[in-house]
C-alpha cells in the first residue's frame, strides 16, 4: 500500500528543517526531532561558540556511542538469556 508523502517542519537548534515522511510516519518523526534538539542543545550550551557543523557532529557521535553501547548491552543480555533457556532444557531434559 502506497501511501503519499508529507511535509513536515522541524526545528533544531533554532533552524528549520523541512522533511517528506509518510503520514503514518509522522508521530516518530517528531519525537526523533525533538530528542535530537534536546541533545543538540545540551551540546551548545556546553560550548557557546561552536559552529552548527561542530554541533551536528559532537551529537552525531554522542549518538553513535550511546546506540554501540545499547547494541553491546542487548547483545550481552540476550546471551545471558540464550545460556538460561539451554539449562532450563537441559534441567527439563533431566527430569523427562
Keep these: 500500500m502506497n501511501q503519499e508523502t ?8 533554532g533552524y528549520e528543517y523541512r522533511f517528506a515522511c509518510q503520514p503514518s510516519e509522522r508521530d516518530e518523526l517528531l519525537e526523533a526531532a525533538r530528542y535530537l534538539n ?3 542543545g ?3 550550551n556546553h560550548g557557546k561558540h561552536l ?3 561542530a554541533i551536528a557532529v559532537m551529537t ?3 549518538l553513535s556511542h550511546d546506540l554501540l553501547q545499547q547494541q553491546r548491552h ?3 543480555a540476550e546471551a545471558i538469556i540464550s545460556r538460561q533457556v539451554r539449562d532450563l ?3 527439563v531434559d533431566a527430569v523427562l
Excluded: F, Y
Design 38 to 40: 534536546e541533545r543538540m
Design 89 to 91: 532444557l537441559q534441567k
Design 51 to 53: 559552529s552548527l557543523e
Design 60 to 62: 552525531a557521535l554522542n
Design 42 to 44: 545540551a551540546i551548545r
Design 6 to 13: 508529507h511535509s513536515v517542519v522541524v526545528q533544531l537548534i
Design 74 to 76: 542487548t547483545a550481552e
